[in-house]
């Protein structure tokens, strides 16, 4: 069975500090990863799609990477803003047809 | 370009009531797929569809039926309501069956079984 972990659940930063966002999963035989956002009571938005055979992503401030050795994606966002504020989840993609979720990162920019 | 469009948004149900929870999306999408979020338990996947015609069992499907006669549309029925099935519901679809390409989500529905 995947696991997918987000650690830690929350996060509370200040404005302007990089954001670092952890995922880990415990199959290494990963499709691909995706990062999404969730703003409350919305759908999710997605983020950055990393291929198995990528090493990471790159969208304006966010940078994704992917370290299939280890299990491990890191979501950055660089000089965070008040509007950043979110949930972030990660999903892992394997050859069955579903994406399997972390929990998600709840993040607060606070002004 | 409206993309992933769920409908109802809000939906308050009996315990043994049925409904169908709408979906459709206009990308031309092979792949649909049916997810339930819970808190502290993330999304689970109920249903999913490669293509018209073709549906398949996720990690909870117990309660649920599917169907895809058409690409645009993948509704969710639930047959007797249950408490157990007070959740938000997310339709997500995907150009590539394999889940190799961006996944898009609609805004969801919250629905409450009293």
């Known amino acids: 069975k995947q696991e997918v972990t987000q650690i830690p659940a929350a996060l509370s930063v200040p404005e302007g500090e990089n954001l670092v966002l952890n995922c880990s999963f415990t199959?290494?035989?990963?499709?691909?990863l995706q990062w999404f956002r969730q703003d409350p009571g919305k759908g999710l938005t997605s983020l950055l799609l990393?291929?198995?055979?990528?090493r990471e992503q790159t969208s304006g401030r966010l940078n994704a990477s992917l370290d299939k050795s280890s299990g491990r994606s890191t979501l950055y966002i660089a000089a965070s803003q008040p509007g950043d504020s979110a949930t972030y989840l990660c999903?892992?993609?394997?050859?069955?047809?579903?994406?399997?979720f972390g929990a998600g990162t709840t993040v607060t920019v606070r002004a | 370009n409206a993309g992933v469009t769920q409908t109802p948004k809000f939906q308050v149900l009996k315990t043994g009531q049925s409904m169908t929870l709408q979906c459709a999306q206009d990308m031309n999408h092979e792949y649909m797929s049916w997810y339930r979020q819970d808190p502290g338990m993330g999304l689970r996947l109920i249903h999913y569809?490669?293509?018209?015609?073709?549906?398949d069992q996720g990690e909870v499907p117990n309660g649920y039926n599917v169907s895809r006669s058409t690409t645009e549309d993948f509704p969710l029925r639930l047959l007797s309501a249950a408490p157990s099935q007070t959740s938000v519901y997310f339709c997500?679809?995907?150009?590539?069956?394999?889940?190799?390409?961006?996944?898009?989500f609609g805004q969801g529905t919250r629905l409450t079984v009293v």
């Open positions: 997500a679809s995907s150009y590539s069956r394999h889940m190799n390409t961006e996944a898009f």
């Open positions: 199959d290494s035989a990963i499709y691909n």
């Open positions: 990393i291929q198995s055979s990528q």
């Open positions: 999903a892992g993609s394997y050859n069955d047809y579903k994406l399997s």
């Open positions: 569809s490669v293509g018209a015609g073709i549906t």
